[in-house]
């Protein structure tokens, strides 16, 4: 049973450039969750989709941000024009139908350059 | 607005003792779940514990339990006979009925020294 996988597990840009992020959900898994940790910090809901919907986008930075999860394939946090700030680990987790409990993946540390 | 406080930056603990580390959080929803995760150095978080808040039990989970009590608004993650493999931040998570994102709190570093 494979877990949620996330890649690139570490992910170096230099300002300006753009960032790419996947995820793959736990097999069955029709939810999936994205949260960003700050370094020292908890980690910080950034947005809940469904195949094809965007749920709940409460989280999301205004700019530069956007997510998708489409109907094949994993889905995907793109950040535009990355700056310095956006260095942190980003976490992608799963859920079942029932969304009781989320299964998180191993993480992708952006570091911005 | 929901929220959830972890105390404690850093515990430390003799392996084979128990150890509990301290949870409280506010929400006006009646109907929530109470998580806990524990983060090791490796980074990936390890989902260790579920509470309802309308379970009637504590919940277990091999060596951990959650000391859960409502009216105080409190979920402590009690891990017994601790390992040397417990090292690790652990982390405190809220969701409430309506909305599917976790609220975590800052964490607690456990050591566990030989």
């Given at each position: 049973?494979?877990?949620?996988?996330?890649?690139?597990?570490?992910?170096?840009?230099?300002?300006?450039q753009?960032?790419?992020l996947?995820?793959?959900p736990?097999?069955?898994?029709?939810?999936?969750y994205?949260?960003?940790?700050l370094?020292e910090e908890g980690?910080?809901?950034?947005?809940?989709?469904?195949?094809?919907?965007?749920?709940?986008?409460?989280?999301?930075?205004?700019?530069?941000?956007?997510?998708?999860?489409?109907?094949?394939?994993?889905?995907?946090?793109?950040?535009?024009?990355v700056?310095?700030?956006?260095?942190?680990a980003?976490?992608?987790?799963?859920?079942?139908p029932?969304?009781?409990t989320?299964?998180?993946?191993?993480?992708?540390?952006?570091?911005?350059l | 607005?929901?929220k959830?406080?972890?105390?404690?930056?850093?515990?430390?603990?003799?392996?084979?003792e128990?150890?509990?580390?301290?949870?409280?959080?506010?929400?006006?929803?009646p109907s929530?779940?109470l998580?806990?995760y524990?983060?090791?150095s490796s980074?990936?978080?390890?989902?260790?514990?579920?509470?309802?808040?309308?379970?009637?039990?504590?919940?277990?989970e091999?060596?951990?339990?959650?000391?859960?009590q409502?009216?105080?608004?409190?979920?402590?993650?009690?891990i017994?006979?601790?390992?040397l493999?417990?090292?690790?931040?652990?982390?405190?998570?809220m969701r409430?009925?309506?909305?599917?994102?976790?609220?975590?709190?800052?964490g607690?570093?456990?050591?566990?020294f030989?």
């Open positions: 049973n494979a877990g949620v996988m996330q890649n690139p597990r570490h992910l170096v840009r230099r300002r300006g753009e960032a790419r996947r995820c793959s736990v097999k069955g898994h029709s939810h999936v994205w949260y960003r940790q370094p980690l910080k809901f950034m947005v809940y989709l469904q195949k094809e919907n965007i749920i709940d986008e409460s989280g999301m930075p205004k700019e530069r941000f956007s997510a998708e999860f489409p109907k094949e394939g994993p889905s995907i946090l793109r950040i535009q024009q700056v310095r700030g956006d260095s942190a980003y976490f992608c987790a799963s859920s079942p029932s969304r009781q989320q299964y998180f993946g191993p993480g992708t540390r952006l570091l911005v | 607005a929901q959830i406080t972890q105390t404690q930056p850093g515990m430390f603990v003799q392996e084979k128990a150890v509990t580390l301290d949870c409280t959080y506010d929400t006006s929803d929530y779940g998580f806990w524990k983060q090791p980074g990936e978080m390890i989902f260790l514990i579920y509470q309802g808040s309308y379970d009637q039990q504590n919940a277990t091999g060596r951990y339990s959650l000391n859960f409502k009216a105080r608004k409190s979920a402590n993650l009690v017994s006979a601790s390992q493999g417990d090292s690790a931040m652990y982390f405190c998570a409430e009925r309506n909305t599917d994102k976790l609220i975590f709190g800052t607690t570093r456990l050591q566990v030989p």
